[in-house]
């Protein structure tokens, strides 16, 4: 199986080898298929694909092929390797496709843990096979450690190892921590996956939106619009 994900493009391009196989889980992302037309599948997803994708169907695509998937505006997909030991439990939203190789099963989270994550249910993948995540921005990844914490915005949470320790918290000064979003304060074995999509509104605003003055400048003064940007 080869990916390319040409930059600032917005979209994916999948080569299916003879023994390739793909479970697709958003088919109207498929721009543009090239294989026998016999190759491709659609089948009903399971209880949990449809609670957590808000889709039915799911569609399987057979080697040799070569795929177009379409991406969101501003978002990426990384194609990550899972191994036959692999304890990740990622939220099921970010999955676009899995490879074949693969078995998918639910891990129903504990009581502590629901309150904490407001998730009833991750999703274990064990391998081998390719899993491919669509993130808001790169994805990123950082080694948790027994004792010395990480601190991850919730928001960005991709995956996280199942043996994780899992808190509620803020950190820094009292001024800091009423000034930042949830965070999760993890610590364990294991990667831990989070998406870097920035999303600090202000500072868009800040960088997309003209002030009050200069936009009346701009309108007041004779070739104001040429003069001030």
């Known amino acids: 199986m080869n990916i390319t994900t040409p930059p600032n493009v917005g979209h994916i391009h999948i080569k299916l080898d003879d023994s390739d196989a793909i479970q697709l889980l958003h088919p109207q992302a498929l721009l ?3 294989g026998n037309p016999q190759s491709r599948e659609d089948r009903l997803m399971d209880f949990a694909g449809m609670y957590r994708k808000k889709k039915l169907i799911r569609s399987r ?3 040799p092929a070569e795929l177009i998937v379409g991406l969101p505006p501003g ?5 990550i390797d899972i191994p036959e030991e692999s304890d990740l439990l990622f939220d099921f939203r970010h999955v676009l ?6 078995t998918m099963k639910s891990k129903v989270q504990t009581i502590k843990n629901v309150w904490i994550t407001r998730e009833w249910v991750r999703m274990r993948f064990t391998g081998p096979g390719i899993l491919g995540l669509i993130t808001s921005g790169a994805l990123a990844t950082l080694q948790l450690h027994p004792e010395r914490p990480l601190f991850v915005e919730a928001g960005s949470l991709v995956a996280y190892p199942e043996n994780a320790s899992i808190k509620l918290s803020v950190y820094g000064n009292q001024l800091a921590s009423q000034n930042m979003n949830v965070q999760w304060e993890m610590t364990g074995k294991g990667p831990v996956l989070m998406q870097t999509g920035f ?3 202000q500072l868009d605003e800040q960088l997309h939106k003209d002030g009050i003055v200069r936009r009346a400048l701009r309108e007041l003064l004779p070739f104001g619009g040429v003069y001030i940007r």
């Open 32 to 34: 543009a298929y090239q």
């Open 61 to 63: 695509l057979q080697g």
């Open 75 to 79: 978002c990426m997909l990384d194609a």
């Open 97 to 102: 496709f899995y490879s074949d190789g693969l």
């Open 199 to 201: 999303r600090d509104t």
